[in-house]
């Protein structure tokens, strides 16, 4: 619910003025303060020796009758007093488990529990058992109040749906939704194994700047700030791309980063302005090289993360156990339109084709931007299984080695999955000549209006003057991939704190 120019409040569907909420924190500050009075409010001296879901799998099957004490924190989530003998729920990182609290043994420990609230946090030792009805629980020892919640949690019927509250306050969801946590703990997974994988084949793992003297790597609009030391303009990074390639030359010959990248672009299900990436480097290979080494990390990763590599996503089933699908961006075109003129690289037939298909020609595009149009608007999402389109317009790719063969294309390539872009990789330009020719044209483009063309890097061009061997490098957009391995609809679904409009905006 909506409250303007006040906070949204914690519970899903009540305003933060509500009298009963506002009771509730009263008598939950006036227990903090009684507790503060007797001394060691909020103490640092409990040590849990166990976890909820540790206990759950050690007691699956075998009898905890036999098992040692144990202690454990967390933090109430139901709690059913019942006069000699009290039920309790506690949630930890790991899940939750049930305590059980007896009176005549606990004395002034049972009473201070009768007041204590749901959301509290708890240590307590106690030995493991089975209820009558089978459930692994806690005969509770000894119990310690650790934190005092003082707002009241979601009520647990209907939980927090409200999906804006749920991303502006993150900590709640994850209190409330299990499914949540367990999402983080797969990105976590998702992450751990890129970076091993790599690491297994040799390849370095190094950290490149955030703040840049120029924006460059690929084709955005950066956010800007300013060094008042330096009293220069600095950019934070869209790319870290010319920084690694640097490295090669250097010697490096295989690097990685998994960091941050930040465009100064809108907001949607597949975009946020910060966002992580995986960029690596491997000198004396090409593209096609790293095609082959993406489905291998792919399949593996599939199968490490979700034990098969047959992935539903929203309603689909995307198949990752199959050879990936290649073509080119324009056997991709005419796949998908099979009414496409019969040059595909001719100013005017392409014109003709767009006004047919009822796309705007956006002004300054030769051949290789419109044939992007086209893809972009109409084939990109068709694309449901794992496909890799190659054979980019050099126009599109200024960064990319012109094929050999054919100077219209690069030898580039980019990976789609249930219609979205997951990677973008190629051969690495290091013709340092006609690297400088490419920025010239890029800095043209800057000059009628493309405030997301790339400015010239002369000092990027003098590294490649000391020479880059031959070197294949690409990208792969960290929350897609875990968008598509949890199934989620959106990218702030995947990202811990998305951006989002100010309260007072909206």
């Known amino acids: ?20 909420e506002s009771r509730h924190i009263r008598e939950r500050r006036a227990k903090l303060d009684a507790w503060r009075a007797e001394g060691g409010a909020y103490p640092n001296d409990f040590r849990p020796d166990a976890q909820a879901a540790e206990l759950s799998a050690r007691y699956a ?65 106690g030995q493991p058992f089975r209820t009558k009805t089978g459930e692994l629980s806690v005969r509770v020892a000894n119990a310690r109040l650790l934190t005092k919640n003082l707002r009241p949690l979601p009520e647990k019927f209907h939980g927090l749906t409200d999906q804006e509250i749920r991303y502006r306050k993150r900590y709640l969801d994850l209190i409330m939704n299990p499914e949540v946590r367990a999402l983080f703990h797969r990105r976590g997974r998702i992450i751990a194994f890129l970076r091993a994988f790599l690491c297994a084949r040799g390849f370095v793992e190094v950290e490149t700047p955030m703040m840049q003297p120029l924006a460059g790597g690929a084709t955005a609009r950066p956010f800007i700030t300013h060094h008042n030391a330096l009293d220069m ?53 090409d593209y ?30 995307v198949d990752f156990g199959q050879p990936f699908a290649r073509m080119t961006v324009e056997e991709a075109i005419r796949a998908h339109h099979p009414q496409a003129p019969a040059d595909l690289r001719d100013i005017a037939s392409l014109e003709g084709f767009l ?19 086209v893809f972009e608007k109409t084939v990109e999402a068709e694309l449901t299984q794992p496909t890799f389109v190659t054979a980019y317009p050099a126009e599109v790719s200024p960064l990319a080695r012109r094929n050999d063969h054919d100077p219209f294309i690069t030898d580039r390539f980019e990976f789609f999955v249930a219609g979205r872009e997951i990677a973008n990789g190629f051969s690495e330009l290091n013709d340092p000549e006609d690297q400088a020719a490419r920025f010239k044209a890029q800095v043209a483009r800057r000059g009628v209006g493309d405030e997301e063309a790339m400015h010239y890097d002369a000092d990027y061009v003098e590294a490649l003057e000391y020479g880059l061997p031959p070197t294949a490098g690409e990208g792969i957009g960290v929350d897609r991939l875990v968008m598509l391995l949890t199934d989620a609809p959106s990218i702030r679904d995947v990202i811990l704190f998305p951006h989002m409009r100010p309260k007072d905006h909206e």
């Open 61 to 125: 099957q075998a009898d905890p009758a036999e098992a040692a004490p144990v202690r454990l924190a967390g933090r109430i989530v139901s709690k059913r007093v019942m006069g000699r003998a009290s039920f309790a729920h506690i949630q930890d990182g790991s899940g939750r488990l049930q305590i059980f609290l007896e009176r005549a043994p606990l004395g002034a420990t049972y009473e201070a529990f009768k007041h204590w609230d749901l959301g509290d946090i708890i240590g307590v030792e």
């Open 355 to 373: 006004s047919a298909l009822g796309l705007p020609r956006e002004p300054g595009l030769e051949a290789g931007g419109l044939q992007m149009t």
């Open 1 to 20: 619910m909506k409250n303007p120019g006040g906070d949204v409040d914690a519970r899903a569907g009540a305003h933060p003025e509500d009298k009963d």
């Open 233 to 285: 303009p600095l950019y934070l990074r869209i790319a870290p791309e010319l920084y690694l390639k640097r490295l090669v030359v250097g010697g490096l010959e295989r690097v990685f980063e998994i960091n941050r990248n930040f465009r100064n672009e809108g907001l949607s299900t597949r975009h946020n302005p910060e966002f992580t990436m995986l960029e690596f480097y491997q000198a004396y290979a």
């Open 288 to 317: 096609r090289d790293l095609m082959d080494l993406t489905e291998d990390l792919l399949k593996g990763l599939c199968e490490e993360v979700l034990g098969t590599t047959r992935v539903p996503y929203q309603g689909r089933e």
